[in-house]
């Protein structure tokens, strides 16, 4: 009986942890995350950044949309050495909104 609680417990754990784990695929090789419209799950595909890193990105680029991929660095918790990992994988596109239409 408590193989089988156990059995229930461990399905029930990794059913909820699945979003999480579906949404943690690596980035292949070549595969640029776009810093300025990735969503969350997206940004959470880069190695070192979890959800609540991925939230910060996305909440600093409503503030400020990046310029370059080293911005990234003014969010908390991502240093020099995880962008030195990473920066292969980020680009940043001109942000899209009024700004820039008024321009044209």
């Given at each position: ?18 979003p999480?784990?579906?949404a943690?695929?690596?980035?292949p ?76």
């Amino acid at each position: 009986m408590r193989a089988l609680a156990r059995a229930v417990l461990v399905a029930a754990a990794l059913l909820a942890a699945s979003p999480a784990l579906a949404a943690k695929k690596g980035l292949p090789p070549g595969e640029r995350i776009d810093l300025n419209r990735a969503t969350v799950s997206e940004l959470m595909r880069v190695p070192g950044v979890g959800e609540k890193k991925a939230q910060a990105i996305v909440a600093r680029r409503q503030r400020q949309p990046f310029r370059r991929a080293e911005d990234v660095l003014a969010v908390k918790g991502l240093g020099p050495g995880w962008f030195a990992k990473v920066k292969a994988n980020l680009v940043v596109s001109p942000p899209a909104g009024p700004a820039l239409q008024a321009k044209k």
